[in-house]
């Protein structure tokens, strides 16, 4: 069971958690959003509770620079580095999101801006540090795999994402790995970008009377950060799959254009799937190595549309879907163009 959200908290008291999911495999959760046990816990839905990027925004907002501020989890998060969406109506703007669900895959991309910035009618119209946040996802049915891409760019404060385990983790390079609660599935996240990212184990969220950590909430037991720096802009490509206890990972390879617009890509086994960098833009043309893919996805075209491709195998044309993903397949050699239909 895959549970994307992205609501729009317009009224008192609704959190907000847009691009955020859940997978349950098995009877039990590989990855897990926290649950908001009262309308006033604003922590656990922060970015760093909720799967999603965390954008700081300290854009000189006197009256929000510590915990007794209303709005300080979002705008900061818990440690003043690294927050979220804001929430009960405050945000600048509504998410825009697109969304496609289909036998083989289902296809999302949303724009977040508004949601990282506060609202001047509510007063909150200092927080205005974030100019671009978006989520771009790809969840594959039939092999367990999910991508996603997002984009933050704005002030020079961190840029963090956020992934929550339901064991303990073990990091690889750029791989993390965890084990379920039953210890019968293991679940793998790859971060492809950006590439002098820190990946660290965040540590557990809750500790029993006996010190022993996670055990006080079923089912999530720790989050992975993705640490970015405080670059002006930066993407993150990241691949989470999952299997049985002896389930051996894909090889995700980074794959970015060579001509045209630019995308990145990650290649998973014998699937592609590229995402545009600066997101939303008008699509014009782009070229990619095929890298071995014979099932190609391009995101974040415009839905509904038929485009031009050629490459060794590929169709003359394809058509987007209703999140403008493009789908067809190839024999893997040579490059792909994509382009406007003329």
Excluded at 183 to 204: F, H, M, V, W
Aim: glycine share 12%.
């Amino acid at each position: 069971v895959f549970s994307y959200y992205c609501a729009n908290s317009r009224i008192d008291h609704e959190h907000e958690t847009c691009g955020g999911f859940d997978v349950l495999s098995d009877g039990e959760y590989i990855t897990k959003t926290r649950t908001v046990f009262n309308d006033y816990n604003m922590m656990l839905a922060t970015a760093e509770h909720s799967n999603e990027a965390g954008y700081g925004d300290d854009s000189g907002n006197s009256s929000c620079n510590s915990v007794n501020c209303f709005e300080w989890q979002a705008v900061l998060g818990s440690d003043g580095s690294g927050g979220g969406q804001l929430w009960h109506g405050f945000q600048a703007g509504s998410a825009t999101l697109a969304h496609a669900e289909l036998p083989a895959y289902v296809a999302t991309v949303v724009d977040t801006t508004g949601l990282y910035n506060g609202s001047s009618w509510e007063g909150w119209g200092s927080i205005k540090g974030v100019t671009a946040a978006s989520r771009s996802l790809i969840y594959l049915r039939g092999s367990n795999q999910i991508v996603y891409y997002d984009r933050g760019a704005g002030d020079a404060n961190s840029k963090r994402l956020w992934m929550t385990t339901t064991g303990p983790i073990t990091i690889a390079s750029n791989t993390v790995s965890w084990p379920t609660r039953s210890g019968k599935q293991e679940a793998y996240l790859t971060s492809l970008l950006p590439a002098n990212a820190r990946i660290s184990d965040a540590g557990a969220y809750m500790t029993n009377e006996n010190g022993n950590p996670g055990t006080s909430d079923w089912e999530p037991y720790s989050h992975v950060l993705i640490d970015a720096g405080t670059p002006a802009s930066t993407q993150f490509l990241t691949v989470l799959e999952w299997g049985g206890s002896s389930f051996v990972k894909s090889n995700s390879v980074l794959v970015q254009s060579t001509a045209g617009q630019n995308f990145d890509g990650a290649l998973v086994g014998s699937t592609l799937m590229m995402f545009m960098r600066s997101w939303p833009a008008a699509f014009t043309t782009v070229t990619y190595p095929a890298s071995g893919a014979t099932t190609q996805y391009l995101s974040d075209l415009t839905p509904n549309t038929t485009y031009s491709v050629s490459g060794v195998g590929a169709p003359a044309t394809a058509t987007t879907d209703n999140a403008g993903v493009l789908t067809f397949t190839a024999a893997g050699t040579g490059n792909i163009t994509v382009s406007t239909t003329p």
